[in-house]
T-cell receptor, first 116, second 114 residues
């Protein structure tokens, strides 16, 4: 049973436009959420995070929105650039695991393609 | 910051053989994690260490898998009597001991069991 779901395996957008990547979760105990980006033949790299006490966090071109009532979060990339083409993973953690990020639960990822 | 280093990058082995992977974390990070990723899936947690202590193991970690982190520095992950289902990317990550500290992943070891 997938606790973190990324229902879109792929997304294609034009350079300069907005990319919106979505993530749904089922475990109401999750209280910290992260997005990781992964290029081929590399490990995932941390992009941005959000605590459940917030509904928005922004870092440059990247903004994460959290809707706790809907158990939904989204990552917005504005403007999108060809270098953003990668697989994006949503991940979540619950404080019940004692504050360790060792038990991050990842979604299956969304492959973003930004066309010039 | 030289990043998390994993060795080897690729390993091809025959079913039934034992394999060992090594991970060197970022030097000031006291937490080290092992994850496994198969095609089309996100990374799945296997185990983690704080310094030399192995604090948590996933039920995915069968008794054929063993991980060590002697002296709280590098870590090894050994798989005994490999099976074809063990074919995956094995990712190592490290972090400092802070709740919100993100994991820094290495580039992984891709294991192929033939």
């Amino acid at each position: 049973d997938q606790q973190v779901k990324q229902n879109s395996p792929s997304l294609s957008v034009q350079e300069g436009r907005i990319s919106i990547l979505n993530c749904d979760y089922t475990n109401s105990m999750f209280d910290y959420f992260l997005w990781y980006k992964k290029y081929p033949a590399e490990g995932p790299t941390f992009l941005i995070s959000i605590s459940s006490i917030k509904d928005k966090n922004e870092d440059g071109r990247f903004t994460v929105f959290l809707n706790k009532s809907a158990k939904h979060l989204s990552l917005h990339i504005v403007p999108s650039q060809p270098g953003d083409s990668a697989v994006y993973f949503c991940a979540a953690i619950s404080r019940i695991y004692g504050g360790s990020q060792g038990n991050l639960i990842f979604g299956k990822g969304t492959k973003l393609s930004v066309k010039p | 910051d030289t990043g998390v280093s994993q060795d080897p990058r690729h390993k091809i082995t025959k079913r039934g053989q034992n394999v060992t992977f090594r991970c060197d974390p970022i030097s000031e990070h006291n937490r080290l994690y092992w994850y496994r990723q198969t095609l089309g899936q996100g990374p799945e947690f296997l185990t983690y260490f704080q310094n030399e202590a192995q604090l948590e193991k996933s039920r995915l970690l069968s008794d054929r898998f063993s991980a060590e982190r002697p002296k709280g520095s590098f870590s090894t992950l050994e798989i005994q009597r490999t099976e074809q289902g063990d074919s995956a990317m094995y990712l190592c990550a490290s972090s400092v001991s802070s709740y919100n500290s993100p994991l820094h992943f290495g580039n992984g070891t891709r294991l192929t069991v033939t």
